[in-house]
T-cell receptor, first 110, second 114 residues
Framework: ETGVTQSPTHLIKTRGQQVTLRCSSQ?????VSWYQQALGQGPQFIFQ???????GRGNFPPRFSGLQFPNYSSELNVNALELDDSALYLC?????????FGEGSRLTVL | AQSVTQLDSQVPVFEEAPVELRCNYS??????LFWYVQYPNQGLQLLLK??????LVKGINGFEAEFNKSQTSFHLRKPSVHISDTAEYFC????????????FGKGTKLTVNP
């Protein structure tokens, strides 16, 4: 059984660019959640997808968007990147209430 | 809305000493409570969770936590720490019946010194 995998692990972008982060959920998990973890902070909930539909959203602007595919993998897209978007982006999958986290994608915006 | 306060940002201890990492929460509804550990350059791993029942919860790696409803606390404890316990620890809450949308504290950095 493979766990949650995220790609890329690290990337560097400049202000105004767009980024796509990817997450493969753990086998059998139909729910994927995305969190942003800024340096020295706890993770903050961005949004959650359940069976390809958005199922809740945190306090993030519309330039943060996502998708979930039929195989339950997911993408996080961020448009018009800002310096404050620099963070570790964590994906978590679940099926019965417990979240299983990937190792994250570290985004640096210059 | 829920919020979580981790009272100590850093906790240094010596190896084999006991440790307590403090967590208080606020919520207008009943909540589920969690502790996660994050090792450097890794994701989060669940240590333990309180959903209902016994207020003393045992987790992995010898950690335990006690839910205190009157004090709205969920402190994490270990009687004897190891060097390998050095990591960041996060307390989190989720409203009961919610769909796994966790609210995290800012974390406590535990450093175990030889």
């Amino acid at each position: 059984e493979t766990g949650v995998t995220q790609s890329p692990t690290h990337l560097i972008k400049t202000r105004g660019q767009q980024v796509t982060l990817r997450c493969s959920s753990q086998s059998g998990h139909n729910t994927v959640s995305w969190y942003q973890q800024a340096l020295g902070q706890g993770p903050q909930f961005i949004f959650q997808y359940y069976r390809e539909e958005e199922n809740g959203r945190g306090n993030f602007p519309p330039r943060f968007s996502g998708l979930q595919f039929p195989n339950y993998s997911s993408e996080l897209n961020v448009n018009a990147l800002e310096l404050d978007d620099s963070a570790l982006y964590l994906c978590a999958s679940s099926n019965t209430g417990e979240l299983f986290f990937g190792e994250g994608s570290r985004l640096t915006v210059l | 809305a829920q919020s979580v306060t981790q009272l100590d940002s850093q906790v240094p201890v010596f190896e084999e000493a006991p440790v307590e990492l403090r967590c208080n929460y606020s919520s207008s509804v009943s909540v589920y409570l969690f502790w996660y550990v994050q090792y450097p350059n890794q994701g989060l791993q669940l240590l333990l969770k309180y959903l209902s029942g016994s207020t003393l919860v045992k987790g992995i790696n010898g950690f335990e936590a006690e839910f205190n409803k009157s004090q709205t606390s969920f402190h994490l404890r270990k009687p004897s720490v190891h060097i390998s316990d050095t990591a960041e620890y996060f307390c989190a809450v989720n409203p009961q019946g919610g769909s796994e949308k966790l609210v995290f504290g800012k974390g406590t950095k535990l450093t175990v010194n030889p």
